[in-house]
């Protein structure tokens, strides 16, 4: 009955039981995130979230499989790790039969074998795509649409806003500086990325272990490891490798071996 749940979110469909949960549920849709760390810079939404940050200040791992020597530092991880010792695979993709252990498998399965997910954004329309070197490739058809050029060098820009930005590379202007030492930058985001050399936080977490990474990049990688896949082929033979660099090193031995023969 709509009665039970007599406390309705304004801004979607969500009710509930309880004036708490509605206040926990109406922090989804705000950007305010009270629950602060004690020891970083580190903020959330919810209890639940701060934690669970908190464990990445402590040594201590209380959750202890009992089949192996295995312990982590929550129920989650331990639920999860147990999984290694049977045969259940209850994450299953929407695309294919593929089945997986834990929803990370599954995030990165989607990732690499469905094109839905698309992380490279071109910066001058509302184009996307799996890899770098497709945005790179795409990139060149915004070559001849830019009207705003630059007087200090051939490049010419889209918008008057990426001039602007692009012309910073000639004045030497950084004004995004550190308040810890003294780094400064051109962009915001690269400000952010530095700050967390200070702070230590390491805000992208595996789902499936301990491991966190100050960038998102990082996480992407290590993910791998867990799944196995090796997205990245050889178009000369049937070798396949975890990262770019990898396959960059493997690919210079059939670069030596046409040398040789020439």
Same mark, same amino acid.
């Given at each position: 009955?709509?009665?039970?749940?007599?406390?309705?979110?304004?801004?979607?469909? &969500?009710? /509930? @039981?309880?004036? $708490?949960?509605?206040? !926990? *549920? #109406? +922090?989804? %849709?705000?950007?305010?995130?009270?629950? =602060?760390?004690?020891?970083?810079? &580190?903020? /959330? @939404?919810?209890? $639940?979230?701060?934690? !669970? *940050? #908190? +464990?990445? %200040?402590?040594?201590?791992?209380?959750? =202890?499989?009992?089949?192996?020597? &295995?312990?982590? @530092?929550?129920?989650?991880?331990?639920?999860? *790790? #147990?999984?290694? %010792?049977?045969?259940?695979?209850?994450?299953?993709?929407?695309?294919?039969?593929?089945?997986? @252990?834990?929803?990370?498998?599954?995030?990165? *399965? #989607?990732?690499?074998?469905?094109?839905?997910?698309?992380?490279?954004?071109?910066?001058?329309?509302?184009?996307?795509?799996?890899?770098?070197?497709?945005?790179?490739?795409?990139?060149?058809?915004?070559?001849?649409?830019?009207?705003?050029?630059?007087?200090?060098?051939?490049?010419?820009?889209?918008?008057?806003?990426?001039?602007?930005?692009?012309?910073?590379?000639?004045?030497?202007?950084?004004?995004?500086?550190?308040?810890?030492?003294?780094?400064?930058?051109?962009?915001?985001?690269?400000?952010?990325?530095?700050?967390?050399?200070?702070?230590?936080?390491?805000?992208?977490?595996?789902?499936?272990?301990?491991?966190?990474?100050?960038?998102?990049?990082?996480?992407?990688?290590?993910?791998?490891?867990?799944?196995?896949?090796?997205?990245?082929?050889?178009?000369?033979?049937?070798?396949?490798?975890?990262?770019?660099?990898?396959?960059?090193?493997?690919?210079?031995?059939?670069?030596?071996?046409?040398?040789?023969?020439?």
């Amino acid at each position: 009955h709509s009665d039970d749940r007599p406390y309705k979110c304004s801004e979607c469909s &969500y009710s /509930c @039981k309880s004036s $708490g949960n509605l206040n !926990k *549920h #109406m +922090l989804k %849709h705000s950007d305010e995130k009270p629950y =602060k760390c004690s020891v970083c810079n &580190y903020c /959330c @939404k919810t209890s $639940g979230e701060i934690r !669970k *940050h #908190m +464990l990445t %200040h402590s040594a201590e791992k209380p959750y =202890k499989c009992s089949l192996c020597d &295995y312990s982590g @530092k929550s129920s989650i991880l331990l639920k999860s *790790h #147990m999984r290694i %010792h049977s045969d259940e695979k209850p994450f299953v993709c929407s695309e294919c039969n593929f089945r997986c @252990k834990t929803p990370g498998h599954l995030k990165v *399965h #989607m990732v690499f074998s469905h094109s839905y997910e698309k992380p490279h954004k071109c910066s001058e329309c509302s184009y996307s795509c799996k890899t770098a070197g497709d945005l790179k490739k795409h990139k060149l058809t915004h070559s001849f649409d830019k009207p705003y050029k630059c007087t200090e060098c051939n490049s010419s820009c889209r918008t008057r806003k990426d001039l602007h930005k692009h012309q910073k590379i000639h004045t030497n202007e950084k004004p995004y500086k550190c308040n810890d030492c003294s780094f400064c930058c051109r962009q915001s985001g690269n400000l952010k990325r530095h700050m967390r050399l200070h702070t230590g936080e390491k805000p992208f977490k595996c789902d499936e272990c301990n491991f966190s990474s100050k960038q998102s990049g990082e996480l992407k990688k290590h993910m791998l490891i867990h799944t196995g896949e090796k997205p990245y082929q050889c178009s000369e033979c049937d070798y396949s490798c975890r990262s770019s660099g990898t396959l960059l090193r493997h690919m210079r031995t059939h670069w030596r071996s046409l040398l040789n023969k020439s």
